[in-house]
């Protein structure tokens, strides 16, 4: 019997780590925000200033994770660190499991990634703007 229109798979494949992938595209949409940050907002008088804030915290923001991994790996068996082999395919179509229950892992990489995709690209459509309705003295 069906309570609801979503159908209830049983005995899915759970995950609970993150595909590699996902944590290469917060890497690759981190570095794209500084870039488009230190491009478009680094002019004028305080350029050094600006560019080394920008610097300081893209290293605070990257440097914290890693740290936490760094010291997670230095304290952890080697028997239980996991590297995740499969496709990401086969791990979208896996369920993820978080505290508050379980999704699909496509949408757990979705909600994962959306904060961070969109500052990046907001912050490069908004550099744009600044970029030609802004006039500019050399």
Known sequence: MKTDSVS???????????????????IGLTIWLV????????????????????????????????LIWLSWRHNTNPDERHTYDASYREW???????????????????QILLPIAAVAIGMSIFGLVFLFAVPHVS
């Not at 209830?8 to 996902?22: C, I, K, Q, S, Y």
């Not at 940050?37 to 890693?66: E, H, K, N």
């Open 92 to 110: 979208t179509s896996h369920a993820f499991a978080t505290w508050t229950g379980g999704i699909s892992g496509r949408e757990a990489a979705a």
């Open 8 to 26: 209830v798979r049983h005995n899915r494949p759970t995950n609970d780590e993150l595909h590699p992938f996902v944590y290469r595209a917060i």
């Open 35 to 66: 870039l488009s940050i230190w491009f478009f907002f680094s002019r004028g008088a305080y350029a050094g200033l600006d560019a080394g804030v920008i610097t300081f915290f893209f290293f605070v923001l990257v440097g914290i994770p890693v």
